[in-house]
């Protein structure tokens, strides 16, 4: 039918593109060491350190690249600090963004909040264009159950066409409590969204906590992804239980993380591993120590799952 072959045309079109563009923001190419590494501020948030400080930690820290809270920027903004002078100290410390967090209600069911969602991203993404960014998360906030998945893909293509005015590639983010909770949910939307840059941010934890599986994964091309979302889990409190503060350290709990970490490989995934915990023990700590301590967890993890 011709409806079938335009819809199998555009997705194809988007597993290319997404190929070409994760290939472009990898940061290893061997298969002894196929990812780069990113720090998620979320895991030195309660810190509370401002955005130079937070920078200067990851590069410190050994990281590849950063994903910074989109509040953050604005913050250092309204404070009379300079994006220009942000986006050189990023490119003299060699740190990519290839993504930034954001919660713009852009999936609600009301045109209004749509509507504001909207603005919000546009402002967002006109903040990290200035500091050198290539994404940012499309988190599914304001989704409602029963979750209207064809509605969901038309609202993501919209995020996606912001995305091409602004230099900016939305990632369709997976949520554990959220209507959009499993691999094949957020594949699905992302893939009727018939755009050739659609992607997925999935995360362990989330998988997890959305009662999915990581099988799923398999079936996902080699630029479904540009970034995974690292962390692991406990195995008490239970699944209905265990929220966000829960998240620990890769390996330190019971996710299946060798698995995970070879199927990423065996898809053909380069993109980047970014630590994300919101774990209050961790923000204890000093943030340098915490970054330290992430990164090696995820080296560790990747060395043990790829031996």
Request: with cysteine; charged share 25%; glycine share 12%.
């Amino acid at each position: 039918m011709p409806g079938s072959l335009s819809r199998r045309d555009a997705l194809l079109g988007a597993v290319a593109a997404g190929a070409l563009a994760t290939g472009a923001s990898a940061a290893a190419k061997d298969e002894a060491e196929p990812f780069g590494y990113c720090l998620n501020i979320a895991t030195i948030r309660g810190q509370k350190l401002p955005l130079d400080r937070q920078i200067d930690v990851a590069a410190q820290a050994g990281y590849g690249a950063i994903e910074p809270w989109t509040g953050d920027i604005r913050r250092h903004q309204q404070q009379g600090g300079s994006l220009a002078d942000i986006r050189k100290k990023l490119a003299d410390l060699g740190l990519k963004v290839p993504g930034a967090i954001g919660f713009a209600r852009w999936i609600a069911d009301d045109e209004g909040q749509r509507a504001k969602a909207l603005e919000q991203i546009k402002g967002d993404m006109d903040l990290l264009r200035q500091i050198g960014a290539t994404g940012m998360a499309a988190a599914p906030g304001g989704a409602k159950r029963p979750l209207d998945l064809a509605a969901a893909a038309e609202r993501y293509r919209a995020v996606l066409e912001l995305g091409d005015e602004m230099g900016i590639i939305p990632q369709l983010e997976l949520w554990g409590p959220s209507p959009l909770h499993t691999v094949g949910q957020a594949a699905m939307v992302a893939a009727d969204a018939g755009h050739p840059k659609a992607s997925l941010l999935l995360d362990a934890y989330h998988i997890y906590k959305g009662g999915g599986n990581f099988a799923g994964l398999r079936l996902l091309g080699p630029l479904a992804m540009h970034a995974f979302h690292m962390n692991d889990y406990p195995a008490d409190p239970p699944r209905e239980a265990i929220n966000d503060s829960h998240r620990v350290m890769p390996g330190d709990g019971v996710a299946p993380m060798k698995d995970i970490l070879r199927t990423l490989r065996d898809i053909g995934f380069r993109g980047w591993l970014s630590i994300e915990l919101f774990n209050r023990d961790y923000w204890k700590k000093p943030a340098a120590e915490t970054a330290r301590i992430g990164l090696a967890k995820m080296k560790a993890a990747v060395a043990a799952a790829l031996a």
